[in-house]
Each structure stands twice: as C-alpha cells, then as structure tokens.
C-alpha cells in the first residue's frame, strides 16, 4: 500500500511539474510564431520538456552503447535547460507585460539564439546517436601510425613499422 501511494505521488509531481512547466513553455512558442503558425507552440514543447522525456525513453530503452548514453543523457539535460528557459522567460514577459513593460530587441535575439542553439543540439544528437560509433571508428588510429582511420591510406593491420 505504502509503495502504490509512492507511486501515486511520484506520478502526481510528474504531471504537475510537467504542466505548470510545459503550459508556459507551449505560450512561449506560440506567442513566438504568428497566429497561423500556433502549432509551434507543440513542436517547441517537443524540444524542450517533450524532448526530455522522450530522450528518457532514449536512455533507458535504446542506448547500448558509452556513446548513446552519455549523449541521450546530455540531450536530457539540454532539454530540461531549455523548458526551464522557455517557462521561466514566459512567466517573467507575463509579469512585465503585465506591469506595463515591453521587451527590448536585445531579449527577443536572445531568445531566438537560444531556440535555434537547442534544434542545433537535438539536430546534432541525432547525428551522434545514429551514427556515433561510425564517426569514432573514423577519428581512430587502428595501425597507429598517427593519422587518423578516414585518412589513413595504409591498410588496417599494416602500419608503418
């Protein structure tokens, strides 16, 4: 009994961080895209609380290797950086709007920097996670002979004794 209302509290923090969180990060993308771009507001979500539980899933279930993990681990990270970000600059241009404030040029660059920094992220953890190993195998020195294997001419096996 005492385990199942662990559970029931576990799952109700989940939720309850992940709307409070989520429902700021969704008006933060859309209030960035235009009206008829609203399903941005999704997609951002995708990016930023989305992605980490999805990159979760990642880590528990699909990474075998040092290199899957330790990047679905990062891109957790990543993720839960950018719904904090993403929430808490909601939260904060509610509050200023709402004093009477607007926003300078300045905070609208960073913001777009920031969004762009994080599909740079995700667009480059994919890379790692597909093709991770391929791209070490290619960095390495199998004949060590100093040059790396995607240069090196030499035949594996063969280096230049």
Same mark, same amino acid.
């Given at each position: 009994m ?18 409070f ?44 290797t040092? !290199?899957?993990?330790?990047?679905? &681990? @990062?891109?957790? %990270?990543?993720?839960?950086? +950018? ?5 808490? $600059?909601?939260m904060y241009?509610?509050t200023?709007?709402?004093a009477?404030?607007?926003l300078t040029?300045?905070? !609208?660059?960073?913001?777009?920097? &920031? @969004?762009?920094? %994080?599909?740079?992220?995700? +667009? ?5 996670? $597909?093709a991770?190993?391929?791209?070490a195998?290619?960095f390495?020195?199998d ?9 090196d001419?030499?035949p594996?096996?063969?280096g230049?004794?």
């Amino acid at each position: 009994m005492k385990k199942a209302i662990g559970y029931l509290a576990i799952t109700m923090l989940v939720l309850t961080v992940s709307i409070f969180l989520g429902q700021h990060s969704v008006e933060f993308f859309q209030s960035t895209f235009s009206e008829e771009n609203q399903s941005m507001g999704i997609l951002g979500y995708m990016l930023t609380g989305g992605g980490f539980y999805l990159w979760l899933i990642v880590f528990l279930w699909m990474s075998k290797t040092q !290199i899957e993990k330790a990047t679905s &681990l @990062v891109m957790m %990270l990543v993720c839960l950086a +950018g719904e904090l970000g993403t929430a808490i $600059f909601n939260m904060y241009t509610k509050t200023m709007f709402d004093a009477g404030f607007t926003l300078t040029e300045g905070d !609208i660059k960073t913001m777009y920097l &920031l @969004v762009g920094a %994080l599909a740079v992220a995700h +667009g480059v953890s994919l890379v790692v996670k $597909f093709a991770g190993e391929q791209i070490a195998e290619a960095f390495r020195d199998d004949d060590k002979d100093g040059v790396p294997n995607f240069l090196d001419r030499t035949p594996k096996g063969q280096g230049q004794g």
